[in-house]
C-alpha cells in the first residue's frame, strides 16, 4: 500500500510556541490531504482538508489562525499550531487520497504535549 | 451531511471465535464508498476493508468480511478466527471522494478485545 510519512511522532513544547508537523506522501502524489485530532479512546475528528495550491478547508469549529495548514506540493502537507496552549495538546493523524476513488492513507499520527 | 454511528463502545471475543461490529451511516448519496480501519496501541491507522457502494457483493479480505444492505444504510464487520493482534479499536468510515474536497468521515469506533 502507499506510504505517508508523518513527523514528528512526539513532540513536546512550551506554552506559547508554534509546532510545525509534516505530512508527506512518499510514493505517490497525493491530492488531498486530511488532518484529523484523536482525544484518548475516542474517535478522529476532522480538523481540515487540504488540496495542493489552494486554501485549506477548515471544519466548523476550528479556528484557522490557530491551526495553520500549507499544502505546498502534492507530497507535503504541514500543519502548524500557532501560540500552543495546554489543551492544544492531542494526537494529530494526517491522511492522503492518492486520487479519487481510491482510499486514504494515514501517517503514524503525532502526539503533542504543551507544557 | 453525512454521518457515521458504531452502537458498540466496546465488545470482546475468545481467540478463534468470530465476531460482528456493527456500522450504520446516513446519507442521501447514491455512490460513496465505506470503510473498516483498525487502530491498534501504536495508533498507526490501518485499512481493513473497503467497499464501493455500487457493488452488491460483499467485499471479503482473508479473515475480514462485511455485510453491506445499502437500503438500510448498514455496514457490518465480520472478524473470523479471531486473533490477539486482532486487539484493537476499529472505526467505521464513509467517504464519497468524488471530488478533491470530499472528506472521510469516522464513526466513534468499537474497542475489541480478543481474549486468549
Known amino acids: 500500500g502507499a506510504v505517508v510519512s508523518q513527523h514528528p511522532s512526539r513532540v513536546i513544547c512550551k506554552s506559547g510556541t508554534s509546532v510545525k508537523i509534516e505530512c508527506r506522501s512518499l510514493?505517490?502524489?497525493?491530492?488531498?490531504m486530511f488532518w484529523y485530532r484523536q482525544f484518548p479512546k475516542q474517535s478522529l475528528m476532522l480538523m481540515a482538508t487540504?488540496?495542493?495550491?489552494?486554501?485549506?478547508?477548515?471544519e466548523q469549529g476550528v479556528e484557522k489562525d490557530k491551526f495553520l495548514i500549507n499544502h505546498a506540493s502534492l507530497t507535503l502537507s504541514t500543519l502548524t499550531v500557532t501560540s500552543a496552549h495546554p489543551e492544544d495538546s492531542s494526537f494529530y493523524i494526517c491522511?492522503?487520497?492518492?486520487?479519487?476513488?481510491?482510499?486514504?492513507?494515514f501517517g503514524q499520527g503525532t502526539r503533542l504535549t504543551v507544557v | 451531511a453525512q454521518t457515521v454511528t458504531q452502537s458498540q463502545p466496546e465488545m470482546s471475543v475468545q481467540e478463534a471465535e468470530t465476531v460482528t461490529l456493527s456500522c450504520t451511516y446516513d446519507?442521501?448519496?447514491?455512490?460513496?464508498?465505506l470503510f473498516w480501519y483498525k487502530q491498534p496501541p501504536s495508533r498507526q491507522m490501518i485499512l481493513v476493508i473497503r467497499?464501493?457502494?455500487?457493488?452488491?457483493q460483499n467485499a471479503t479480505e482473508n479473515r475480514f468480511s462485511v455485510n453491506f444492505q445499502k437500503a438500510a444504510k448498514s455496514f457490518s464487520l465480520k472478524i473470523s478466527d479471531s486473533q490477539l493482534g486482532d486487539t484493537a479499536m476499529y472505526f467505521c468510515?464513509?467517504?464519497?471522494?468524488?471530488?478533491?474536497?470530499?472528506?472521510?468521515?469516522f464513526g466513534p469506533g468499537t474497542s475489541l478485545s480478543v481474549i486468549p
Open positions: 510514493d505517490f502524489q497525493a491530492t488531498t
Open positions: 467497499q464501493e457502494a455500487y457493488k452488491q
Open positions: 446519507t442521501s448519496e447514491n455512490n460513496y464508498y
Open positions: 487540504s488540496n495542493e495550491g489552494s486554501k485549506a478547508t477548515y
Open positions: 491522511s492522503a487520497i492518492r486520487s479519487l476513488n481510491t482510499e486514504a492513507f
Open positions: 468510515a464513509f467517504g464519497l471522494l468524488k471530488t478533491s474536497y470530499d472528506k472521510v468521515i
